[in-house]
């Protein structure tokens, strides 16, 4: 008999109102983390409470493009989405340069996100950096440890090939991609921006996704 009542109360699950203390908290949780960078999202598209009229200087993909979609993963395999989403402590802002051979333009995009990641200051290790190439000259590639240690090499995932967004195409033209904390590919900006531009833009994001 005491095994059976015993056994009874092991089966039995959580009461209705853990169950929505547990939603509870896990919702709070979820707000304290990504509730400034929600906030911050529809600032940006939107202009909500932003009096000083900001408007960006990338190019703005609407809508933005999951970073899944991209089937880029890291030279270990791990796909690139993973490091983004709600259960993700801190997750950072991304720059992808994207490009099929990597010529001078090429690498004057690589400069340039290394130098604006450098210009955030403190806030530079909230952007991360990573390069998707097709292919990298010999000299660039003998160079790569020295200048750009920091930025991640992307590899197309295992029997796939990458899906950019439209209006980007590496091949033809390389680009800088901004990746959001969420995982959205959410602006691109290419050789007719400068430093300056994508420099604002990064201290405004940053600036609205501390609010609160």
Same mark, same amino acid.
């Given at each position: /008999?005491?095994?059976? #009542? $015993?056994?009874?109360?092991?089966?039995?699950?959580?009461?209705?109102?853990?169950?929505?203390?547990?939603?509870?908290? +896990?919702?709070?949780?979820? +707000?304290? %983390?990504?509730?400034? /960078? #929600?906030?911050?999202?529809?600032?940006?598209?939107?202009?909500?409470?932003?009096? =000083?009229?900001?408007?960006?200087?990338?190019?703005?993909?609407?809508?933005?493009?999951?970073?899944?979609?991209?089937?880029?993963?890291?030279?270990? %395999?791990?796909?690139?989405?993973?490091?983004?989403?709600?259960?993700? *402590?801190?997750?950072?802002?991304?720059? *992808?340069? =994207?490009?099929?051979?990597?010529?001078?333009?090429?690498?004057?995009?690589?400069?340039?996100?290394?130098?604006?990641?450098?210009?955030?200051?403190?806030?530079?290790?909230?952007?991360?950096?990573?390069? =998707?190439?097709? $292919?990298?000259?010999?000299?660039?590639? +003998?160079?790569?440890?020295?200048?750009?240690?920091?930025?991640?090499?992307?590899?197309? +995932?295992?029997?796939?090939?990458?899906?950019?967004?439209?209006? *980007?195409?590496?091949?033809?033209?390389?680009?800088?991609?901004?990746?959001?904390?969420?995982?959205?590919? /959410?602006?691109?900006?290419?050789?007719?921006?400068? %430093?300056?531009? /994508?420099?604002?833009?990064?201290?405004?994001?940053?600036?609205?996704?501390? *609010?609160?």
């Amino acid at each position: /008999m005491a095994n059976r #009542i $015993s056994d009874q109360e092991h089966n039995e699950g959580p009461t209705p109102e853990q169950v929505r203390r547990g939603r509870r908290t +896990a919702f709070l949780l979820f +707000a304290l %983390g990504f509730g400034p /960078m #929600i906030v911050a999202t529809i600032m940006f598209y939107t202009g909500w409470l932003n009096p =000083a009229g900001h408007t960006n200087n990338g190019v703005l993909l609407q809508p933005v493009a999951p970073v899944s979609t991209l089937n880029l993963e890291t030279a270990s %395999g791990t796909p690139l989405a993973e490091r983004f989403g709600p259960e993700k *402590i801190d997750p950072d802002w991304l720059m *992808i340069v =994207a490009s099929g051979q990597c010529g001078s333009q090429c690498e004057e995009l690589l400069y340039l996100a290394r130098q604006v990641n450098i210009a955030l200051g403190k806030n530079a290790n909230r952007v991360s950096r990573a390069a =998707a190439l097709g $292919s990298v000259p010999s000299d660039l590639q +003998a160079r790569w440890s020295s200048e750009y240690s920091s930025m991640e090499r992307l590899v197309p +995932a295992a029997g796939a090939r990458p899906d950019w967004p439209a209006g *980007i195409n590496p091949e033809a033209e390389p680009r800088i991609l901004l990746v959001d904390p969420f995982g959205n590919v /959410m602006m691109h900006y290419g050789s007719e921006h400068t %430093g300056k531009d /994508m420099l604002e833009d990064l201290k405004h994001l940053l600036k609205l996704s501390q *609010i609160g």
